[in-house]
């Protein structure tokens, strides 16, 4: 079955041409990054018209680098949700007519299982069931996965997601929009162990999050260093980005002994960072735990895990129709 996925739930404009869930022929990310860039983060108004301007020739340049031909698609998967209506609607009203005008089956899928899944687009995927930290800009979850449709949510952020804390603190030290990239960078440079930032822990038997009090840390920290500031920004990345590895590894291995899981899942745009693949990792060969993570174009934004979502969902015959709608807000199913 080839699917063409479509994903514009934030600042990408993406298409992708997947093969049977799991074959990528083509995948397309085009980033607005440099639109939002001067504004610290991403506007939701002009998230919408760049993503309108960029819609077909992006979906175009995919069918094209498949090798496929339009007339062989068998069916079209589209992100439904979560993130900015605005700019979910482009995707979804475009995946909708281009579905309706080819008489395609279709179907609307949630961006926080396309990343689950995005493991499964890599050779070596995990076995279910498995555990899985999601960590992008907006979530910051902990779920037993099941099968390919099926996720337990065991914790998530109470506060900000580990991508906007990184996002934010790039922002206070003037690194720009997105941060994460940024701070991994400049974290090479520094020194971990220079400055100590609280690890927020909360219970540690909780598999809950909360990011906002390291975030004030780091704020605060800065305001007093004001003149000195500039000379310290490797140390000050390089302490901030530990305290947040340290507990996403550690909450995410406890999850996975908890319950009885032996392979563990990184996906979303911070599962991009060095520091903390190479963290989970190695914590996790102390426990004799698998690691999967996907490669850093799979880990970010995509629409090829969008396809391979939506090829699990029209095998068990799940489709979406013409009255169906976007939604902002994470949930699941
Ligand atoms: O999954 P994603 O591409 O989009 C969302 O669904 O949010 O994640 C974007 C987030 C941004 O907050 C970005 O700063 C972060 O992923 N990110 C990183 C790295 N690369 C991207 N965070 C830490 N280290 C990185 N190398
Ligand atoms: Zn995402």
Redesign the pocket.
């Known amino acids: 079955m080839i699917i063409l996925g479509i994903e514009t ?4 404009t993406a298409a992708a041409v997947v093969a049977d869930g799991k074959t990528v022929l083509s995948s397309i990310v085009s980033s607005q990054h440099e639109v939002h860039h001067p504004y610290g983060g991403v506007v939701p108004e002009l998230a919408s018209r760049k993503h309108i301007e960029a819609i077909v020739p992006v979906v175009d340049e995919a069918v094209r680098a498949s090798g496929v031909d339009a007339e062989q698609l068998d069916a079209v998967a589209v992100t439904r949700g979560p ?1 900015l209506v605005g700019a979910l609607l482009v995707g979804f009203c475009f995946a909708k007519a281009f579905a309706y005008m080819r008489d395609l089956p279709w179907v609307g899928i949630n ?2 299982e396309g ?1 689950v899944n995005s493991v499964f687009l890599e050779p070596d995927p995990p076995p279910f069931p498995f555990v899985a930290l999601l ?5 910051t979850s902990i779920y037993h996965v099941t099968s390919h449709t099926a996720m337990e949510l065991l914790g998530q952020t109470r506060d900000d ?4 804390a ?2 934010k603190v ?1 922002k206070m030290l003037e690194l720009g ?5 940024v ?3 400049m974290a090479k440079e520094g020194d971990p162990d220079k400055i100590i930032f609280p690890r927020p822990f909360l219970d540690k038997l909780v598999f809950d999050f909360s990011f906002s009090g390291l975030k004030t840390a780091v704020k605060r920290y800065i305001q007093i260093h004001k003149d000195d500031c500039t000379r310290q920004i490797p140390d000050i990345a390089a302490g901030f ?1 530990e305290a ?1 590895v340290d507990v996403l590894s550690y909450k995410v291995i406890h999850a996975a002994k908890t319950k009885r899981c032996d392979h563990i899942a990184l ?10 693949r190479e963290k989970v990792r190695h914590d996790a060969g102390l426990e004799d735990l698998t690691v999967h993570i996907p490669s ?1 174009e799979l ?4 629409a090829a895990m969008i396809a391979a979502m939506g090829y699990h969902y029209l095998v068990a015959g799940k489709v979406s129709g013409l009255a169906d709608d976007v939604f902002s807000r994470a949930r699941m199913g």
């Open positions: 739930s934030c600042d990408e993130g961006h926080l990343h960590v992008s800009g907006g979530h997601a580990a991508g906007e990184f996002d790039a929009y997105p941060g994460g990239a701070i991994d960078r980005q947040v996906v979303g745009g911070v599962a991009a960072n060095s520091r903390l850093v880990c970010q934004d995509n």
